[in-house]
């Protein structure tokens, strides 16, 4: 198999710098291009628009600015090394769109964490499935999910 570009799912976790260091590992070889993925989801945005009474529109701006800061302390915090990393930030629905962007730029293999900042098996994924479960399911590539501490 050979890697040319590697998309990684990135919430901030612990769990995502895990996957990191798990795709860098698989991507040095091959000198793959990782491309990290952050997705602000939108379900999240409406709770918080409809808490602040404000149309959700508005605190999108705000929340890319954040997430664009949280990035590259994320990155600066895993250490890209000599690896090729570009970074994106997006709205919607995460697995969604980890598996539209993982389609439309035909990567290799796609790299998440095992869970996320809400930890480990919260009610919603017992019901509904986690977003990497989503993900395996919706994506003809590889897909890797890496637990915290296994890179």
Not at 19 to 36: E, V, W
Not at 82 to 95: D, H, N, R
Not at 98 to 111: F, G, K, N, T, Y
Request: hydrophobic share 45%.
């Amino acid at each position: 198999m050979d890697l040319q570009t590697i998309l990684l799912a990135t919430d901030f976790s612990e769990c995502a710098c895990a996957a990191f260091q798990s795709a860098k590992n698989l991507g040095l070889p091959f000198r793959a291009k990782i491309i990290l993925l952050h997705v602000i989801n939108e379900r999240r945005i409406a709770v918080l628009a409809e808490h602040l009474k404000v149309e959700p529109e508005t605190l999108i701006p705000e929340l890319r600015k954040r997430a664009n800061a949280q990035m590259q302390s994320f990155i600066k915090h895993c250490d890209p090394e000599s690896l090729q990393v570009e970074s994106m930030v997006t709205v919607g629905a995460p697995f969604q769109q980890i598996a539209v962007l993982a389609r439309d730029l035909a990567v290799d293999l796609v790299v998440l964490g095992g869970y996320g900042n809400r930890g480990q098996a919260p009610l919603e994924e017992v019901f509904f499935g986690s977003t990497a479960e989503k993900v395996v399911r919706l994506l003809p590539c590889p897909v890797l999910c890496v637990p915290l501490g296994k890179p």
